[in-house]
Nanobody
Framework: EVHLVESGGGLVQPGGSLRLSCAASGFTLSDHGMTWVRQAPGQGLEWLSGIDAGGSETAYARFLEGRFTISRDKNTLYLQMSSLRYEDTAVYHC????????????????WGQGTQVTVSS
């Protein structure tokens, strides 16, 4: 059974930084491209970023304007977030995309329960 578990969220002031982590079980994380998505209150899932299985290629939603960085090691997926804004408040999920479509929005095979990020002064 596949499980994705995110951690690292919390309350942060505007302009601050957070690093999210995602651990996987039930499949070999390093064999698959992975993505980060988020869901703000009352909104749908929003694709943020993706990384290929080898960790050498990445893709980002344009609206992030270079503020987030995705990375991975053999066992964990990361999302480094900086210059956080009020509008970044959301539940952040790591996700295993369908058909290894990691570099753009698309169907998801599995996603975790998410970690809450709240940007507030």
């Amino acid at each position: 059974e596949v499980h994705l578990v995110e951690s690292g969220g919390g309350l942060v002031q505007p302009g601050g930084s957070l690093r999210l982590s995602c651990a996987a079980s039930g499949f070999t994380l390093s064999d698959h491209g992975m993505t980060w998505v988020r869901q703000a209150p009352g909104q749908g899932l929003e694709w943020l970023s993706g990384i290929d299985a080898g960790g050498s290629e990445t893709a980002y939603a344009r609206f992030l304007e270079g503020r987030f960085t995705i990375s991975r090691d053999k066992n964990t997926l990361y999302l480094q977030m900086s210059s956080l804004r009020y509008e970044d408040t959301a539940v952040y999920h790591c996700a295993k995309p369908a058909r290894d479509n990691w570099n753009s929005p698309g169907p998801i095979d599995y996603w975790g329960q998410g970690t809450q990020v709240t940007v507030s002064s």
